[in-house]
């Protein structure tokens, strides 16, 4: 199972970018899909989540509004717009895949998959 995350770079403050996270060696069908976020000497933390299948989507409260969890499930890829970006959003993402049908989805636990994550960084 690989996961690879993309579309990281860096923008001013109240920019947007787009991450993409393409998933590969199995199906996704019953995954739940997520991103978190690392900036320095933080722990990471939970962003967005949506389930794949269902299309239940589940955001952090310092993102909520501003960006948006999708996925396409014919290229097996989930997305992340984020828009109105803050310079409190510069960190790494990394995206993750979870198998488990239990646990809480915004902890990183829930998650048996990870990608190798892309920098963000918001210019003030």
């Known amino acids: 199972v690989q996961l690879q995350a993309s579309g990281g770079g860096l923008v001013q403050a109240g920019g947007s970018l787009r991450l993409s996270c393409a998933a590969s060696g199995r199906t996704f069908s019953n995954y739940i899909m997520g991103w978190f976020r690392q900036a320095p000497g933080k722990e990471r933390e939970f962003v967005a989540a949506?389930?794949?299948?269902?299309?239940?989507?589940y955001y952090a409260d310092s993102v909520k509004g501003r960006f948006t969890i999708s996925r396409d499930s014919a290229k097996n890829t989930v997305y992340l717009q984020m828009n109105s970006l803050e310079p409190e959003d510069t960190a790494v993402y990394y995206c993750a895949a979870s198998s488990y049908y239990t646990g809480n989805l915004r902890g990183k636990s829930r998650y048996n998959y990870w990608g190798q994550g892309t920098l963000v960084t918001v210019s003030s």
């Open positions: 949506i389930t794949w299948g269902g299309s239940s989507t």
